[in-house]
């Protein structure tokens, strides 16, 4: 039933928002249009997801996998997690891990062309530099 996080949210609307997507957005402070379109398969950004978290109190785990209760209050640190959980967490986690890789590459560009930029600009400062002690200046004002 809540095999994905479309279901997820639609069984947070149930819940929360007594089967009202209106009630539920209101809740959460967002458009009525944003949560039927979760449930229909758009894909919640991070800040709604965290909204939803923190606004309700959601388990954050059991909201982005299934793993998990719903509800923070209902965790059990102690529970032992069961073996297909750690399979579906580890299926989650490589997805995570190709993500991450991605962003690092995006960061280790970034910080290159940060490097490059710094070059840039510290060149340009340079040839500032020669270029105002070039410029001859009179002591005396030219007032027209």
């Known amino acids: 039933m809540n095999e994905t996080i479309h279901d997820r949210i639609g069984t947070l609307v ?8 209106t009630v539920f957005a209101n809740k959460i402070g967002v458009s009525e249009g944003n949560i039927r379109g979760y449930i229909k398969g758009i894909m919640p950004k991070a800040d709604v997801l965290e909204k939803i978290v923190k606004t309700l109190d959601v388990n954050a785990m059991w909201l982005l996998t299934g793993i998990g209760h719903m509800r923070v209050s209902n965790l059990d640190i102690s529970a032992p997690v069961l073996i297909s959980d ?5 299926t989650v986690l ?21 490097g490059r930029l710094r070059e840039r ?3 340009l400062e340079r040839e500032k530099g020669k270029d105002v002690s ?3 200046t009179s002591g005396i004002a030219n007032v027209g």
């Open 94 to 114: 490589q997805q995570f891990d190709v993500f991450i890789q991605k962003k690092d590459m995006q960061i280790v560009q970034q910080a290159e062309e940060i």
């Open 121 to 123: 600009i510290s060149h």
């Open 14 to 21: 149930q819940e929360y928002g007594d089967g009202k997507n």
């Open 86 to 90: 750690n399979d579906r967490l580890a």
């Open 134 to 136: 070039d410029v001859q």
